[in-house]
Nanobody, 124 residues
């Protein structure tokens, strides 16, 4: 089992920044690829960003490319999502997820463990 706890969400004005953190406990964090997803009210959970367990490769949704950066610190068992130039359409609950193995995925169903989510609200 892997337990994931997100933090860092909040209310921010458009154009502002937030950094989300996801702390992992349980099994060896470096054995898992990690992803960030988000879910707005009434919508499906969508892929945001992902990173391989080695942190060599990353992937981003087109909607966040150039604004969001995913990173991880395996020594601290933590994955981060730096979000800059936030827009009202970024408003959602953000979830981190862990996937066994080296490769990431952009598919919700490919992830084994999920955090409880953290709310991000961007005002216009």
């Amino acid at each position: 089992q892997v337990q994931l706890v997100e933090s860092g969400g909040g209310l921010v004005q458009a154009g502002g920044s937030l950094r989300l953190s996801c702390a992992a406990s349980g099994r060896t964090f470096s054995n898992y690829a990690m992803g960030w997803f988000r879910q707005a009210p009434g919508k499906e959970r969508d892929f945001v960003a992902a990173i391989t367990r080695s942190a060599i490769y990353t992937s981003y949704a087109d909607s966040v490319k150039g604004r969001f950066t995913i990173s991880r610190d395996n020594a601290k068992n933590t994955v981060y999502l730096q979000m800059n130039n936030l827009k009202p359409e970024d408003t959602a609950v953000y979830y981190c997820a862990a996937r066994s193995g080296a490769a990431y995925s952009i598919e919700v169903r490919e992830y084994d463990y999920w955090g409880q989510g953290t709310q991000v609200t961007v005002s216009s």
